[in-house]
Antibody
Framework: QIQLVQSGSEVKRPGASVKLSCKTS????????INWVRQAPGQGLEWLGW????????QYAQNLQGRLTLTTDTSTNTVYMELRSLKSDDTAIYYC?????????????WGQGTLVTVSS | IVLTQSPAILSLSPGEVGTLFCGAS???????VAWYQQRPGQAPRLLIH???TRATGVPFRFRGSGSGTNFTLTINSLEPEDFAMYYC????????FGQGTRLDVK
């Protein structure tokens, strides 16, 4: 079955970087795109960016341009999200989620989420 | 594109019909709007994409409609498991989510 398994919780200081992983299985990697979405405690959903499994093409939310990098590793069917210069309001659950097609589309399969806490 | 969902909280009883609204600050081309359900402690679940296409496995009681700047999610004959948060999303341009509607048991 299709699965997206995310790496474990992280605690970081302000100004640090965090790199999360999302290992996919159960489907042909390179045929879809992966969205990253976060949810601050008690808040709504925020779309962060998207990466093509096929060619690594990316799109980022404007407010995160320059701080966010999405990459893929086709040898392990894993997608990575790196967020730099962390601030306290980056504290959130981060989800990876597979789009329904190869272009930027809504997500039908989601990882379990990774809690990132930014605190001094 | 800014999405505004209404109402913020909708209180209904099982068996009733729920109507949730999503308004866009500008026209959403191709009606590229999706709806998600999120239960507490869970990841979101895709219900509807392209404004009116049900995702795989979504019950027929969930119906999406709309175009331009006005979109609606209708849930017929509410089941106990339908009481949750609902978010709309547009993906015609850089994707954005609405702030959500909480569907509560009356």
């Amino acid at each position: 079955q299709i699965q997206l398994v995310q790496s474990g919780s992280e605690v970081k200081r302000p100004g640090a970087s965090v790199k999360l992983s999302c290992k996919t299985s159960g489907y042909m990697f390179s045929a879809y795109g992966i969205n990253w979405v976060r949810q601050a405690p008690g808040q709504g959903l925020e779309w962060l960016g998207w990466v093509s499994e096929y060619d690594g093409n990316t799109q980022y939310a404007q407010n995160l341009q320059g701080r966010l990098t999405l990459t893929t590793d086709t040898s392990t069917n894993t997608v990575y999200m790196e967020l730099r210069s962390l601030k306290s309001d980056d504290t959130a659950i981060y989800y990876c989620a597979r789009g329904i097609s190869a272009v930027l589309t809504p997500a039908d399969y989601w990882g379990q989420g990774t809690l990132v806490t930014v605190s001094s | 594109i800014v999405l505004t969902q209404s109402p913020a909280i909708l209180s209904l009883s099982p068996g009733e019909v729920g109507t949730l609204f999503c308004g866009a600050s500008q026209r959403v081309s191709h009606s590229y709007v999706a709806w998600y359900q999120q239960r507490p402690g869970q990841a979101p679940r895709l219900l509807i994409h392209d404004s009116s296409t049900r995702a795989t496995g979504v019950p027929f009681r969930f119906r999406g409609s709309g175009s331009g700047t006005n979109f609606t999610l209708t849930i017929n004959s509410l089941e106990p498991e339908d009481f949750a948060m609902y978010y709309c999303q547009q993906y015609a341009s850089s994707p954005t989510f609405g702030q959500g509607t909480r569907l509560d048991v009356k």
